[in-house]
Every structure is written in structure tokens, then in C-alpha cells.
């Protein structure tokens, strides 16, 4: 990374701020006009040109200005912006909409991605809080029709699953209800590894039904193992970066390919901790579908209780102060909720 002086840090910023807002290549006659600067044209536009070669900004045509690079925006966020925080006004106004929602977790997770996308005019994405580590607390099985049962699995942290089972041949209620009593006095608080050590001293039917038990549980680890809550799409597809379809495609595709999204926040958030935030500009190399975008993403939740991911996706040339600051800020108040929750 080059050390720039001073001047090339301001130039830089004016340039960033000045291309967010405006979307056209930025001139060095126009920065100093526009922001009052005590140095020539000349002098900025030499800054421009060094900031060039460094890799921080680039010019699309001979004759126009210049434009920040992928380099030009990391350098911007991790060494030029420093520490963002929204108006006092606005959080009080967002945590006045929380406050309305009571600790209805599904109300939550909406209006956080409403929030998201309301202050960043962004899309966003938020995935309900899930256990680090899925245990049994209460399990129910209903028959329903021939050999379709109804499993209701209760976890630790209050996470409750609900699947429809085809047993190998039909049971009756009351059999299957002696089967839930029996995995229920020897399962409470076993993770899915200690219940399969108990298989051995079960029925078939209990061993079948524990099995299925299991495979829930590890399903429920999943970091998109719940809802994934998303807001704001119309937002990123207005932007000029995404009037080309293709970019607009590979836009859709990270927020509604599970696969993919699962890649990426299992590679990224989960490496950070719980209130940390992670900014990813353009693919970072890895993710191709990310080449036209950038994404602000935070963990949010109580450690080694129950967490969950939130974030914002949008042009590269993304609004990062005020995106950063509104990501961390609801990422607080989801920790505060997770807390509340699991201390009731």
C-alpha cells in the first residue's frame, strides 16, 4: 500500500465523496471550485495523476476526470474514514420502531431489514438468530395420515423446527407419543453428537425418529439454517451500475442463491466477532458476483448462545460512512434482543 501525503488523503476523499453523489468522473477545476481549495487546478490535478499511478483512482477516457479504483475505496475505509456513527435523531427513531416491536423475533428481523434498507438505499439482508450449537430441549410427534408424522423439535434458546416425517410403516398416536416421552426424559440438553452415542439402547422406532432428530439438528447449525429477511432490492437494481443486466444478475444471485450466500458469510462473518463489521469491495478476488458490488456485513447475537448475520449489498460506489455506522448500529440492537431473550 503507497504512503500518501496529506494532499493526495484529501484529494482522494474529495473525490470519493464527490463521485458517490454525483456518478460522473471528477475533474481537478471542479474539486478546487467546489471545495474552496488554496491550491491551483494544476497542482490538484498532478495530485490525481499520482493517485493514478498509485492505483487509486483511474480515468475511464483520455479527456475526463477521474474515477475511484476497487484499491482507491479500500484505502478510503480502512485508512481515511475512521469511526462513523449515525445522528443521534435517527437512532433514537430507530430504536422508537424497535421499541414498538416488542421481543416479537419476527418482527424484528423485518424491520431490521427495513431499517437497512431504508438508511443506506441499499438491499438488505438479515438472518434470524440461530444456536451456535443445536441442543434438544422437547420433541412432539403427531401422526397425520398413514406413515406422514408431524415433528415438532424444540431447542434449546427456544428455536423450534417443524418437518413432516415418513416412517418406514404407520404407527399409532399413542405409540408415537411413548416414543417422544422415551427421547424426551434422555435427551434433554444433548447436542446432536451425544444423541447418537444413545441410539444403541432405543427401539426401531425411537432409533428412527432420533436419527431424524439429528439430522435437524445439524441442519439448524447452518448459519442460513432459518429465514433469510431481505429488503431494498429496488434500491441496488435504480443504481446506473446495475442498468446492464448482467449486473443486475449477478446482484439477484447473491442475495437469492442460498449456496452462495451460505459461501459467504460462512468465509467472512463468522471469522468476526460478535459487533464486528466486515466490508467487502468488489469480490475481494473471491466472489465473482461481487465484482460489481460491495457488501457491508456484521454478526449480531450473544456468543456461544444464539447469533445471526445482517448486511447491506450495493454499488461499489457505496455510501461506506453512513452504511457502516447503520450496520453496526442495528447489529447492536439485534445483540441487545438476543440477550434479552435468552436471560428471561
Not at 398413514?146 to 428455536?159: A, E
Request: contains cysteine; hydrophobic residues 40%.
Amino acid at each position: 500500500m503507497s504512503r500518501l501525503t496529506e494532499r493526495q488523503k484529501l484529494v482522494l476523499v474529495l473525490v470519493i465523496r464527490d463521485y458517490i453523489e454525483a456518478t460522473q468522473p471528477v475533474g481537478s477545476t471542479h474539486l478546487v471550485q467546489k471545495y474552496d481549495l488554496d491550491v491551483s487546478s494544476a497542482t490538484v490535478r498532478n495530485e490525481m495523476v499520482a493517485l493514478t499511478d498509485m492505483g487509486y483512482l483511474r480515468q475511464p477516457h483520455t479527456s475526463a476526470g477521474r474515477v475511484p479504483t476497487e484499491e482507491g475505496y479500500r484505502y478510503f475505509v480502512r485508512q481515511l474514514m475512521g469511526h462513523t456513527d449515525l445522528p443521534s435523531t435517527t437512532k433514537r427513531t430507530i430504536q422508537h420502531q424497535f421499541y414498538q416491536a416488542g421481543q416479537d423475533v419476527d418482527r424484528w428481523m423485518r424491520l431490521a431489514a427495513s431499517v437497512l434498507a431504508h438508511q443506506s438505499q441499499g438491499a438488505s439482508l438479515v438472518t434470524a438468530p440461530h444456536t451456535e450449537q443445536a441442543r434438544f430441549k422437547h420433541l412432539e410427534l403427531i401422526g397425520t395420515y398413514g406413515r406422514q408424522v408431524l415433528m415438532v423439535l424444540v431447542l434449546v434458546g427456544g428455536d423450534v423446527r417443524q418437518q413432516m416425517l415418513t416412517l418406514a410403516e404407520p404407527v399409532a398416536q399413542e405409540r408415537l407419543s411413548a416414543a417422544a416421552t422415551t427421547i424426551n426424559d434422555l435427551c434433554q440438553g444433548l447436542d446432536s453428537e451425544n444423541l447418537a452415542s444413545l441410539s444403541a439402547t432405543l427401539d426401531l422406532l425411537e432409533q428412527e425418529v432420533l436419527k431424524l432428530v439429528e439430522d435437524e439438528m445439524r441442519r439448524s447449525a447452518d448459519v442460513l439454517g432459518g429465514e433469510v429477511y431481505r429488503d431494498g432490492l429496488a434500491h441496488v437494481l435504480a443504481e446506473p451500475e446495475f442498468a446492464e443486466g448482467e449486473a443486475a444478475r449477478k446482484a439477484l444471485r447473491i442475495l437469492e442463491e442460498r449456496s452462495l450466500l451460505q459461501d459467504l458469510l460462512t468465509r467472512t462473518v463468522l471469522t468476526t466477532n460478535v459487533g464486528g463489521v466486515q466490508v467487502l469491495i468488489g469480490g475481494e478476488g473471491t466472489w465473482e458476483e461481487l465484482s460489481d458490488c460491495s457488501m457491508v456485513l456484521a454478526r449480531y447475537g450473544a456468543p456461544g448462545v444464539a447469533t445471526g448475520t445482517l448486511g447491506v449489498l450495493g454499488p461499489i460506489r457505496m455510501a461506506y460512512g453512513r452504511t457502516i455506522s447503520t450496520v453496526r448500529f442495528v447489529a447492536g440492537l439485534l445483540s441487545d434482543l438476543v440477550v434479552d431473550l435468552h436471560t428471561e
